[in-house]
């Protein structure tokens, strides 16, 4: 539904049933679209994370996702009054 959604942003888990998210990845980055792909993964792999990223992943976001750092990784701003949850303590 990529291609028929263009849309800005995908947020991937690499753990899906059905058709994993590095094939998702792949086939999304295959498509003629400009849309950014945030990985969103529990799997602390280092060499994973680097696959997701030589294949096109604008970013890789461990879990339990800290939302400063995906904030980051999306490059907006979050702001406190929008509702957005606050980013859980280190």
């Known amino acids: 539904r990529a291609e028929e959604l263009q849309p800005d942003v995908v947020m991937l888990d ?3 049933p059905g058709l994993g998210g590095l094939e ?3 086939r999304i980055k295959a498509l003629p679209l400009e849309t950014a792909i945030i990985i969103i993964s529990a799997n602390e792999e280092v060499l994973l994370g680097q696959l997701t990223l030589a294949i096109g992943a604008a970013g890789y976001v461990p879990k339990p996702v800290d939302f400063n750092y995906l904030d ?3 490059g907006s701003p979050c702001s406190a009054d929008t509702g957005s949850p606050a980013a859980p303590d280190a």
Do not use: C, I
Request: proline share 0%; charged share 10%; no cysteine.
């Open 14 to 16: 690499l753990v899906m």
């Open 24 to 26: 998702t990845l792949r």
């Open 72 to 74: 980051a990784a999306l």
